[in-house]
């Protein structure tokens, strides 16, 4: 197949070609694809693991090549949690967010190439034997699991380009020197357990975009200082709000909207904004930044 590639000349598009075994390619293997030519890029490790854990998994290979300088790439195409439940909503939340948090590694950012939630959609049939699924069907409606309403809100508020921050405990000065446009700083009770947090700006660099996952019983706060810039205090942040007191919750046939996000705002000032975090919980907030009205219509 790669040899065909090449003989139809620059029109074909570079092929990758995924290895289906977390460990990678053998040694006698990787050495066989460059002597044959084969890109060590082209070649994808394709890791399994339960909720989370692909970066950490693609860092082990990366650290660790078959060969010296067999620089191959990972794509973590499937996340076996085996269940769709709350729990399951927050777990896809932080590690959604350590992809994310990739951005700042340049060097490993190049040999990620995604992330996949296995069994996306599954029937009524599944519902009841495989509770993997973060959307189901039946003849006459879908509905989102808890998983499957994270990934809808990270949808809903796009931001590509990952800010600088900093997430700090309660009390201490917020430091983000160098910060393009925004800022994270924590404010947690003592003994919570810590928020997963990150910022990041829209593709327009309008808005300023933070994801924060709540993984505690007790209610929380984040208190966002940004840095390099400013909040427009007469525009509300736009909240986003996925939480259940019961983490081993999830949405059926007759209740399909009983753990789905909320709307809510919060009052922001030109230095930041501080944001409710109810107990497990998953909120995305979406803060205008100042001069972006005047941007839009320039």
Known sequence: MHARAISLGDGVPRLSFVVPQNSGLSAADAQAAIDAGLDPAQVLTD????????????????????????????????????????????????????????????????????????????????????????????????????????HAMFASSPAPTLLDSALEPAHAPATAEGTPRGATAAASPSGASPLRAVSMLTADAASLVVYVVNPSNASQTLSVQVSGGALDSSAPVRLSVLSSDDLA????????????????????????????????????????LAGAAAKQHA
């Open 47 to 150: 890791v399994h693991v339960g909720a989370s854990g692909g970066v950490q998994a693609a860092k082990h290979l990366i650290d660790n090549p078959p060969v010296p300088g067999f620089n191959a790439g990972v794509a973590n195409l499937e996340t076996n949690a085996g269940t769709h439940d709350h729990k399951r909503g927050l777990d896809e939340a932080s590690d959604l967010i350590e992809w994310l948090e990739v951005q700042a590694d340049a060097a490993l950012a190049r040999r990620l190439y995604g992330r996949t939630a296995s069994f996306c959609t599954g029937s009524a049939s599944q519902f009841d034997q495989w509770r993997q699924g973060i959307a189901f069907f039946l003849p006459n409606m879908t509905w989102l699991q808890p998983p499957g309403h994270v």
């Open 249 to 288: 919750g999830f949405n059926t046939p007759a209740q399909p909207e009983k753990i789905a996000p909320v709307a809510a705002i919060a009052a922001a000032s030109a230095s930041g904004v501080t944001i409710p975090l109810p107990a497990y919980s998953f909120v995305a907030a979406v803060a205008t």
